[in-house]
């Protein structure tokens, strides 16, 4: 089976995509003769390196100064202080900071900073909120990096947040501090800075870093948003993971699983962008924020602004585990406790399911709310929980579709293979019942019993589980060689699912909101542009692509006409 692990989008330029430190600090050089320039920032995202920045320079421009914009932080208790309403004293959440990356800054110290310079004397000011400390550089460069490269970065105990020291914290905790406090003032530096930096600079490979103009850049976040295109799908292993993707994907043998694939979550993967033979990583999330009404569509970015929506994702358990029984928090209590303007309502398709998988959606009939609260709570010490006398089992087979609107209680039982399809703020799982087992770091895994058990349905039970939840599936249209159907998501979620079958050519439009779609059946298609807007765009069993909200129309097709096999593809998309 074909699975394109690093897609790339092409970009047309006559500019070289630099690669390498010393092809970066001679173009530098260069420019710096030419342009006679003075100060040149260089502005870092969490997670970079900083060192291997100032190393590289120091090498290439003995005579310099480098200022580290880290000298002009706060001292770090009193980052620690000011930091504490968003991140909390919760192990897993935080709240969603309304800070900016100046209140971590000392305003005295930044005043040094910038009286310590000679005006005669070349400098470089680098480090997370550089940007702040010089007012008119001579060039700027931002040196970005994905949020999966720096969690990998955290797991190894290579990086610290922002502004401390805690190198040796847990994951547990640099995650948090990064997700709810450091990148989304990194975030809202970048945006400010995406129309006034000279270069950007892919880190996430510390021996071998890529530098492009922002001409560069811009004509990449362009072509990305004329074509359909996939982000770079990344693979993690879990307690409870399974050995489909494995197989399937060809992936590492030696892993003892695989239970997440990120394939379409743009706040966290990469997208690849080709100049010329060379590679470009940037975080895929920047189309978003270069260009999100051509992504997105009006009534997307209007209603959500510059987040990407929709995710898509798998969860595989096919000879692996029960993922943890859990639940997620409506919208009024998500914005209440953690500054977040929308739930992460889900739905499970099956892309796959070995004989006799199941899933545990919603509540038994009659549940005692009283004693399953207190059974959870028990189970904490006693290892022991009966699920099944609490939480309503069901038959799982290939392409049901399972919704999952907040508030349901839930879980993915052994033996699937799930299309997660949901809204973004993916971090928002109220874990009940972790089966009494232990992290892939040996330790236990957090039950968050107090969050879930303000947020339950305590009515979402067989019948109405049945009724609203389970494979409601209706045909919209049908023709000669297609049908359509309509597979959720449930009224109470504004994500809307559309399933096609079809052996000959089917007509899309995207109707001014973007489109995530999969290949669910079959073995490759093509995505084409009547008006041969763009190339096309093949897609492979299981990849999940973007058609940015401009497109307008577009089609796609079994990759041989006329041999009567039948594809599957299922269309997310926000409801108006």
């Known amino acids: 089976m074909s699975f394109n692990k690093t897609p790339f989008v092409t970009v047309q330029t006559q500019e070289p995509c630099l690669s390498g430190w010393a092809a970066i600090t001679e173009l530098l050089s260069q420019q710096i003769k030419q342009k006679s320039v003075k100060t040149i920032v260089v502005e870092c995202y969490q997670g970079v390196f900083v060192n291997d920045i100032r190393s590289a320079l120091a090498r290439s421009f003995p005579e310099a100064l480098i200022i580290d914009a880290s000298a002009a932080l706060k001292d770090e208790a009193e980052i620690i202080r000011i930091t504490h309403p968003s991140v909390t004293d919760d192990r897993i959440f935080g709240v969603i900071t309304n800070l900016q990356m100046i209140d971590l800054f000392d305003e005295s110290r930044i005043a040094k900073s910038k009286a310590d310079r000679k005006s005669d004397k070349l ?59 450091d990148w989304r003032l990194c975030d809202n530096v970048k945006k400010e800075l995406m129309n006034k930096w000279d270069y950007v600079i892919d880190t996430n490979s510390r021996s071998n870093p890529k530098m492009i103009s922002a001409a560069m850049f811009e004509a990449g976040m362009q072509q990305t948003v ?32 695989y239970a997440w694939c990120f394939n379409c979550v743009p706040e966290e993967n990469s997208l690849l962008l080709n100049f010329n033979g060379e590679t470009f990583e940037t975080p895929s999330i920047n189309v978003v924020f270069s260009r999100p009404e051509s992504l997105l569509g009006n009534h997307v970015h209007s209603t959500f602004g510059e987040e990407f929506p929709i995710r898509f994702d798998f969860l595989d358990t096919i000879g692996g585990g029960n ?151 209706k045909e919209v249209r049908k023709g000669d060689n297609w049908r359509e159907e309509q597979t959720g998501l449930h009224q109470l979620q504004f994500i809307e699912t559309l399933r096609y079958w079809h052996t000959g050519v089917m007509h899309h439009n995207t ?12 073995e490759q298609a093509w995505v084409e542009s009547p008006e041969n807007k763009f190339e096309p765009f093949l897609v492979n069993y299981a990849e999940a692509f973007i058609v940015p909200a401009s497109i307008g129309e577009y089609t796609i097709r079994p990759l041989k006409l006329n041999e009567g096999k039948e594809i599957g593809i299922i269309k997310a998309f926000v409801r108006r």
């Open 511 to 522: 109707d001014d909101t973007v489109n995530v779609l999969m290949l669910i059946e079959g």
């Open 323 to 473: 993922l943890s029984l859990q639940v997620h928090p409506d919208t009024k209590y998500i914005r209440k406790e953690f500054g977040m303007a929308y739930t992460q309502d889900e739905s499970y398709y099956m892309l796959d399911a070995s004989e006799g998988a199941t899933v545990y959606l919603g509540l038994t009939q009659d549940v005692d709310k009283e004693g399953m609260i207190r059974d959870l709570r028990q189970a904490q010490t006693t290892g022991s929980f009966n699920a099944d006398k609490y939480a309503q089992k069901w038959p799982a087979k290939k392409h049901d579709h399972f919704l999952i609107p907040a508030g349901t209680v839930h879980c993915s039982a052994t033996g699937c293979m799930v299309l997660e399809i949901s809204a973004t703020p993916y971090i928002f799982t109220f874990k009940l019942w972790d089966w009494a087992r232990l992290g892939l770091d040996g330790k236990p895994r957090p039950i968050n019993i107090d969050h879930g058990v303000n947020v339950i349905q305590w009515d979402r039970q067989p019948e109405w589980i049945k009724s609203n939840l389970i494979n409601r599936i």
């Open 123 to 181: 400098t470089f000011v680098i480090g997370t909120g550089a940007s702040l400390l010089a007012d008119d550089p001579g060039i700027l460069i931002y040196a970005d990096m994905a949020r999966w490269e720096i969690q990998l970065r955290m797991r190894k105990k290579e990086v610290a947040n922002i502004g401390l020291s805690n190198y040796t914290d847990n994951f547990e905790t640099q995650y948090k501090r990064g997700f709810f406090l």
């Open 226 to 257: 004329q074509q359909p295109f996939s982000v770079v799908p990344f693979f993690d292993p879990g307690p409870w993971g399974g050995q489909w993707m494995k197989e399937k994907f060809n992936l590492d043998p030696s892993a003892p699983n």
